[in-house]
Every structure is written in structure tokens, then in C-alpha cells.
């Protein structure tokens, strides 16, 4: 049902957008041959966290254990860079180096991910149910494009598509890219500084240094303070 997908797919990038435009996280989840590619693809071209290979069990719900293995491997990757493990017998380096690829299919995508995310699509949540459910109980939002017959109640929004389809999950993820973009420019526009705005301070800043002969940042904190 084409009307059904549109609909879903306008509430769901909208979701994104407004997410992506106050700065939330978005993790995105696709492990099928028809998903990886479009998911690094994303994830590369706006720096975020991403799964394409295996959903680790606890990714959310253990962040803390997770994190802490990232960031082993992120020191085993820098020693491997820097020549620590000259020191090791040839047989050892390459025992580190084997540990370094197994993480990496593992954990690569989690490298950015400094904090639970606030948000997560999901390429066929049946496929991905642990990583919904972890979702769900921590109260993270999820955006799915899912097959006709998926469960609706998985996710928030979902779109109904055919997941198995590398050219439809492409159409979704290019749909999701504008909503990105989008979002981030919001976000970039709502930080410009207002000129208009910064003058009127700058005069309220002098005004108030006229009246009580205080100095320019004390002025300012009082007047940051009162709004």
C-alpha cells in the first residue's frame, strides 16, 4: 500500500528531522546484505554510530561493559599505529592484529557512539529484535522500515516497504539522508548568532555598566541570570 508508506514515511523523517535538529544521537541498525551498504554509507557521511554486521547483546542495555570494550579497542588499534607491539614476538603481533579485525567487524560502528543514543532506526526490526527490545526498555525512540507483515508495536514509527529489496531500502535511506540534512541545518541556523540580538545586548550590557559602574562580565551574568 503505496498511501500507507508515504504516510509513514513523512511522520518518520519528520520525527528525524526535529530529533537531528536539538542535537539527539541516532544509531543506525542494519545487518542484512540489502542494508549494509546504505547504512555505512549514512553513518560515514554524517558520523554516526552504526551496526552492519552483528547486534551485540547489551549494546544498550550493558552500555557501560560496551564502552569499556570500545575503548580497549580503540588502544589496541592506537598501539598498533605507534609500534607498541614491536616489543611482542611476531606470533604475539599477530594474535593482536586478529583481535584487532575480530573487534572491529564488532565494534567498529560503536566508536562514535560516546552516549546511549537518543534515537534508532532499524532496517527490518524482526531481523534486529534484540536490538529493539533493548531499545524499548531503555525508552529510546526506534524508526523502522519494516516488511507489510512486521509487528507495528516494535517501534514508534515504522515504514512498510520491502526489506529484502537493496533499491527500496536505498529509496528509505536516501529519505532519511534529506531528513538529516535538514535537521542539521535547522541546528545550524537556530546557533547563528541573531546580529540584531547580539546589539541589543551589547546596549543593555552598557547601560546596565552606566548605572552600577560594574565591570562588562558581571553585567553580563546578571543579565543572563535575570532572563
Aim: aromatic share 6%; with cysteine.
Amino acid at each position: 500500500n503505496l498511501a500507507k508508506t508515504l504516510e509513514g514515511l513523512d511522520q518518520a523523517t519528520g520525527f528525524i528531522k526535529e530529533k537531528v535538529g536539538s542535537g539527539s544521537l541516532l544509531l543506525l541498525v542494519g545487518t542484512q546484505p540489502s542494508a549494509q551498504a546504505g547504512i555505512l554509507r549514512l553513518a560515514l557521511k554524517f558520523g554516526l554510530p552504526y551496526v552492519v554486521r552483528r547486534w551485540l547483546g547489551g549494546t544498550l542495555t550493558n552500555f557501560k561493559v560496551i564502552t569499556k570494550r570500545v575503548e580497549y579497542f580503540k588502544k589496541m588499534k592506537s598501539d598498533l599505529a605507534s609500534g607498541a607491539f614491536q616489543k611482542y614476538t611476531k606470533k604475539e603481533q599477530l594474535e593482536f592484529e586478529r583481535e584487532i579485525r575480530r573487534l572491529e567487524e564488532l565494534m567498529g560502528g560503536l566508536q562514535t557512539l560516546p552516549r546511549e543514543p537518543n534515537l534508532m532506526l532499524v532496517v527490518d526490526p524482526q531481523v534486529h529484535l534484540t536490538a529493539v527490545r533493548e531499545a524499548k526498555r531503555l525508552k529510546i525512540p526506534g524508526v523502522a522500515f519494516a516488511d507489510v507483515d512486521a509487528n507495528p508495536d516494535l517501534v514508534d514509527y515504522l515504514v512498510p516497504g520491502n526489506t529484502k529489496s537493496r533499491k527500496s531500502v536505498e529509496w528509505f535511506l536516501s529519505r532519511v539522508e534529506a531528513a538529516i540534512e535538514e535537521g542539521k541545518r535547522c541546528r545550524r541556523s537556530n546557533r547563528r548568532p541573531n546580529r540584531r540580538q547580539m546589539k541589543n545586548k551589547q546596549s543593555e550590557i552598557q547601560k546596565l555598566r552606566e548605572v552600577t559602574g560594574a565591570g562588562v562580565m558581571e553585567c553580563k551574568r546578571a543579565l543572563e541570570e535575570a532572563s
